[in-house]
Nanobody, 124 residues
Framework: QVQLVESGGGSVQTGGSLRLSCTGS????????MAWFRQAPGKERERVAG???????VYADSVKGRFTISQDNAKNTGYLQMNSLKPEDTAMYYC??????????????????WGQGTQVTVSS
């Protein structure tokens, strides 16, 4: 089993920055995709960004150029640096892990492990 714990959420004004962290513990996983999803009230959960073990990254169009996903394999931790935040970025953010044979898919069902979520609120 794997446990994922997110941290770093909070409230910022438009244009501000936050860095989310996702730390994994439990079984050692290799060849994975670590992704960040978000879900705003009344909306479906969407994949924001993903990173494979080899460093390959993928982003949603809505966050390209503003968000950066990274990982520190030695610390079993992934990060999501969020800059130039907008009110529409307000959501609960979740990290999730999938086997990399699937790439970093958009569909939630490919992801086996999920964190509990961390709230990001951007005010105008």
């Amino acid at each position: 089993q794997v446990q994922l714990v997110e941290s770093g959420g909070g409230s910022v004004q438009t244009g501000g920055s936050l860095r989310l962290s996702c730390t994994g513990s439990g079984d050692t996983l290799r060849d994975i995709c670590m992704a960040w999803f978000r879900q705003a009230p009344g909306k479906e959960r969407e994949r924001v960004a993903g990173i494979l073990t080899d460093g390959t990254t993928v982003y949603a169009d809505s966050v390209k150029g503003r968000f950066t996903i990274s990982q520190d394999n030695a610390k079993n931790t992934g990060y999501l640096q969020m800059n130039s935040l907008k009110p529409e970025d307000t959501a609960m953010y979740y990290c999730a892990v999938a086997k990399s044979v699937y790439g970093c898919p958009r569909r939630q069902s490919f992801y086996e492990y999920w964190g509990q979520g961390t709230q990001v609120t951007v005010s105008s």
